[in-house]
């Protein structure tokens, strides 16, 4: 089972960035997916999540409006787009995959190492 975060870098406050999340050695379409992100000095905490048809989509309060998450199952592939982007979103990014779309990073039972973003002021 591998899940390969890729899509961050370096943007300007209000800027854009897409963060894929491409799967391996599993049933893709069986699983919802969810994205978590780390700050420096912070615990990790629920960003988005997906369900295995894409019908079902949550947010955390802090990033509706301004990110969206999609899944494309032909590509195994999930999809972060994070437009308006703030300093404070600066974190490093983890896709996991789990049985429902949840918000409990207990409930994720593959992950991915993280892919880094970083907003300048």
């Known amino acids: 089972v591998q899940l390969q975060a890729s899509g961050g870098g370096l943007v300007q406050a209000g800027g854009s960035l897409r963060l894929s999340c491409a799967a391996s050695g599993f049933t893709f379409d069986d699983y919802a997916i969810a994205w978590f992100r780390q700050a420096p000095g912070k615990e990790r905490e629920f960003v988005a999540a997906?369900?295995?048809?894409?019908?079902?989509?949550k947010h955390a309060d802090s990033v509706k409006g301004r990110f969206s998450i999609s899944r494309d199952n032909a590509k195994n592939t999930v999809y972060l787009q994070m437009n308006s982007l703030k300093p404070e979103d600066k974190a490093v990014y983890y896709c996991a995959a789990g049985d429902y779309p949840a918000v409990a990073q207990g409930e994720y039972n593959y992950w991915g190492q993280g892919t880094l973003v970083t907003v300048s002021s």
């Open positions: 997906i369900s295995w048809s894409g019908e079902t989509t």
